[in-house]
C-alpha cells in the first residue's frame, strides 16, 4: 500500500514524537531524535512494526523524536498513516 497523501501526527513537546509521512515510490524512514545514539534502532523497529501492520509498502516517514516511549511512537505513526489514507 502506497501513502495517498501528506500527512502529520504529534508535537515537538518534549516526551513526543512529531511524524511526517508522504507519498514515495519505495519505502523510506527518517529518523532525527534526541536519543538517536541510544534507541534509533529500537524507534525504526517500531516504525516499521506498524507500517508492516497496515501493509504501506512505499511512502516517506520522517520522525522528529522528542524522547517519546514505544508506545506514543507506535500510535503517533499510526496516526499519521491513517491521516494519509494510507491504510486498509
Known sequence: MKI???AVAG???SSDVYVTVEPAQELEIEIQSVVYNQFADQIKESVMEVLQELQVESGKVTINDKGAIDCVIKA???TAVRRAGGAK
Open 4 to 6: 495517498a497523501a501528506n
Open 11 to 13: 508535537t515537538l513537546e
Open 76 to 78: 503517533r505513526v499510526e
